[in-house]
């Protein structure tokens, strides 16, 4: 029996960390799997938010949703400038 006096603990498992990369690979190679235009696709979801721009197959629709906005335009930047998309 337990003590009442005492506080129970309970202690959630919280989901490891999602990094930003490994979802934008997951959502792109399940676009083109599905026959999608990824980058068409991956942009209206950044501008209009709407998860329907993604589709669920190998679960991607739900991978993106765990990953702000904000930071999957974070990092598609990042690697833009990284690799020096541009010609100068």
Aim: aromatic share 10%.
């Amino acid at each position: 029996m337990t003590n009442m006096n005492s506080t129970q603990y309970f202690k959630v498992k919280s989901d490891p960390e999602i990094r930003v990369k490994e979802v934008l690979d997951v959502v792109y190679n399940a676009m083109s799997e599905k026959g999608y235009n990824p980058v068409n696709q991956i942009v209206g979801y950044v501008m209009s938010g709407d998860p329907t721009y993604i589709t669920s197959y190998k679960g991607a629709r739900s991978m993106i949703m765990k990953v702000e906005r904000d930071e999957l335009v974070e990092e598609l930047l990042k690697e833009y400038i990284k690799n020096k998309s541009w010609e100068r």
